[in-house]
Antibody, heavy 122, light 113 residues
Framework: EVQLVESGGGLVQPGGSLKLSCAAS????????MHWVRQASGKGLEWVGR??????????AYAASVKDRFTISRDDSKNTAYLQMNSPKIEDTAVYYC?????????????WGQGTMVTVSP | DIVMTQSPDSLAVSLGERATINCKSS????????????LAWYQQKPGQPPKLLIY???TRESGVPDRFSGSGSGTDFTLTITSLQAEDVAVYYC??????????FGQGTKLEI
């Protein structure tokens, strides 16, 4: 079964740090680009960033709202992607989803994790 | 960045009737070299992650019922649900993957019975 499982969410203070993990199974992780998408409570979807597969040099890209604060990485030996959140702001409070396109166009997201909640609060 | 704007923000449709949701992009998302529109539609039910319904503006994802269809080209797109079922109550999002990053979503349309 194809699956993405996020972990690491919780309460973090503004200016602190938090690292989210996304464990993948059921597909060839090393051949997949990995994305993070977030959703504040009652709000819409916001793409956070992505890391490409090794064949594309593990290239990263970020939304302007998180650039220079968040970092995406991956460990193909562990089939896991990460989102390092540094200096989070209150407005970063959201459910964070790990996402990947599988046998669909590279920008269409058909595999989603269940999400992990991040609350940024003093 | 390409801005995606959906209309309406919410709508109520009777069971068995047709629901139509519109999505407009701030610039064309039609790639002329392959004549494909880089647009996807998602369905999100409460407490669940989004589910991909359609990509390339009109191609149904595997397992999606054929009452869901997508149309449009360039900057104007439509998601149509024919013969609405109770389980179709959800929020629907469009998303462009033409000019990326960033990948941008519409604000969502809440569909009720």
């Amino acid at each position: 079964e194809v699956q993405l499982v996020e972990s690491g969410g919780g309460l973090v203070q503004p200016g602190g740090s938090l690292k989210l993990s996304c464990a993948a199974s059921g597909f060839t992780f090393s051949d997949s680009d990995m994305h993070w998408v977030r959703q504040a409570s009652g709000k819409g979807l916001e793409w956070v960033g992505r890391i490409t597969k090794k064949a594309n040099n593990y290239a990263t890209a970020y939304a302007a709202s998180v650039k220079d604060r968040f970092t995406i990485s991956r460990d193909d030996s562990k089939n896991t992607a990460y989102l390092q959140m540094n200096s989070p702001k209150i407005e970063d409070t959201a459910v964070y989803y790990c996402v990947t396109p599988l046998i669909v166009p590279a920008g269409a997201f058909n595999i989603w994790g269940q999400g992990t909640m991040v609350t940024v609060s003093p | 960045d390409i801005v995606m704007t959906q209309s309406p923000d919410s709508l109520a449709v009777s069971l068995g009737e047709r629901a139509t949701i519109n999505c407009k992009s701030s610039q064309s998302i039609l790639y002329s070299s392959n004549n494909r529109n880089y647009l996807a539609w998602y369905q999100q039910k409460p407490g669940q992650p989004p589910k991909l319904l359609i990509y390339w503006a009109s191609t149904r994802e595997s397992g999606v019922p054929d009452r869901f269809s997508g149309s449009g080209s360039g900057t104007d797109f439509t998601l149509t649900i024919t013969s609405l079922q109770a389980e179709d109550v959800a929020v629907y999002y469009c998303q462009q993957y033409y000019a990326t990053p960033p990948y941008t979503f519409g604000q969502g349309t809440k569909l009720e019975i």
